[in-house]
């Protein structure tokens, strides 16, 4: 269960390492139904056959996938909480950079650095992260990004 905090705290962890995610596991299913979201119907995400004869030896997740189970890995994780949240929202991204494919069957887990955290009205903070998603067992993360998000209290 994640700690609740009052933002100055928040703010007093900026620069570190706040917290990690369970491991997400992402599953054949999770891609064939990305794919049907999106339209993107690339043979490297849904044709094991085909696919196996690429490089990556296999069925691999869209990168944009694997960028959209931020919400869920920050869920999943124990990063503090500012206490009395009303609504969070993305506000957007800085920087992302697609640095390993995540391969059908593998499971991720997010890290999460906190690089800045500011009020930018009254009950409004702004949150920029860096987040790293880790492949389990795999040298080289699937991505790493700095991500913006709001909430309001």
Known sequence: MPTKVEPAALKAMTGQVVGKSDWIEVTQQRINEFAQATGDFQFIHLD?????QTPFGGTIAHGFLTLSLIPLLTQESDIPRIAGIKMGVNYGGNKTRFLSPVRSGKRIRGHFKLLEIDEKRPG?????????????????????CEWITQFFV
């Open 124 to 144: 409004q903070w702004q949150q920029t992260m860096e987040i790293t998603i880790e492949i389990e067992d795999e040298a080289k993360p699937a991505l790493i």
């Open 48 to 52: 094991p056959v085909a696919a196996a």
